[in-house]
């Protein structure tokens, strides 16, 4: 017999953990998501190379513009994946019955994702510098970083979107129209300021953009996490 | 349909004491007419802009309006998930279709004085303008979303969650797009700390103008909430008549 003392529930960070980790199992074994996002990364690159006039607007001029637009699409992809593995088989209904909180299933899905997300930016950005000829250095870095302030503010959205777009008619179709809106002033100030720091200047003129990005992640991943029991079954 | 719904002997009382004619309605679409006469005809050309500054008396009320409307939607979302009452759902249903619908009236009279004044028909550089575009897609959404779900308990709660979502957005939106210097929309002139300075009868005309809108914005969304009744009655009546 198993011991009573193992049967103890998981506490909230713990549980979140257990989602993560069996997320990432089934997206390491299938790899389904992962291959078609990062494709869909590098195929949206080659095609927004050929989408500007060459002798117009310089490559590097671009980049910033189409990272954020490969960025946000590819997000999309994984966003939607995030819940629809659950609909099969109908997967939801045992997160639903083990003994963990619902904040811990939004958390464990929001970190799967970002896990995600990141994962198919450690490709795409490598491939930017490369087909658009960008200088590796100290600006990439601050880029980067700003890359990862604005996928937690995608990710905290997204998510909860993903769980209440897969339990509508329109499913996949929804989610973008439900998401791209709150992923406006994101892009916006990421934008802004990335195009800055890519055009070599300092990172104090940017600060504004940073604290409304950094704002937005708290506000956002605090109000999801809130919200997300709401849009499960009773 | 089986027979059954047609041999009932009597509709719900609900559904056949409702007076056909919406007199609320009918004044407040009188009222605005009212105003209108008056902008058009008995209220001073504007010497710089012309007949095109016409325009204010319909661009301002239903941006009013439209703020109220979604201001409506963003409470009652909080008070349906507070108290689960069905009658705040079907508030935030009613506010937030008279919301899209004058969001896009404000767009498009600001898009034809912009044509006239600014020379074109849209300018991302005015934050107003980007502000009341995104807000639009926001109650697009959501009105997307409420016609994507059967179940009216889900689609409460649901459509609940992106109106308290919304409104946490606007102020994010509203910062971003503040942060370009360029401030090219008509600054206050009614609302700012000394007197209003533009003649009395446009003054008039413009208060007028918004009492008249905010008329008209109640009692849209009053009749949009009766549409509301009627159709969940009829769809109980539906359910309870296909059993019997």
Redesign the interface.
Known sequence: MTDRADLQPPGVLAAAWLVVRKDLAIEYRTRTAFLSAVVFSILGLTIFYFAWDQSVVAPGDRAPGVLWVVLTFSALLGLQRSFGIEEHDRGIDALLVSPISRESIYLGKAIGNLAFLSAVQLVAIPALVLFYNLRLGQPLLIVSGIVFLAMLGIVA?GT?FSA?AV????AEL?LP??S???F??IL??AA?AGARVFAGRPMSESL??LK?LI??DI??II??TL?FP??L?? | MTSSSFSRSSPPAALVDRPVIDWVLLVAIASVAAVYVRAIAFTPIEARQGAVQKLYYLHFPTALGAYIAVGVTALTSIVF?WLHDERADRLAEASAEVGAMFLLVVMAMGSIWAHVIWGTWWAWWDPRLSLTL?LW??V??YL??RG???DP??RG??S???G???A??IP??H???Y?TDAHLHPMPIVAKPDKPSLPPEMLLTFLLSFAAFTLLTVALIRARYRIGVQRDLLAAMDESGGGA
């Open positions: 959205v909860l209440m339990n509508t008619r329109l929804l129209m439900l791209l809106p709150f406006v002033p916006m100030n802004q504004a953009e409304i704002a937005f506000v956002f109000a999801c919200a709401f849009t079954e009773e | 998930l995104f897609f926001v697009i959404a997307v979303l994507a779900i059967e308990a889900q709660r649901y609940a969650v992106l308290i979502l919304g946490l957005l994010f939106i910062l971003s797009v942060f």
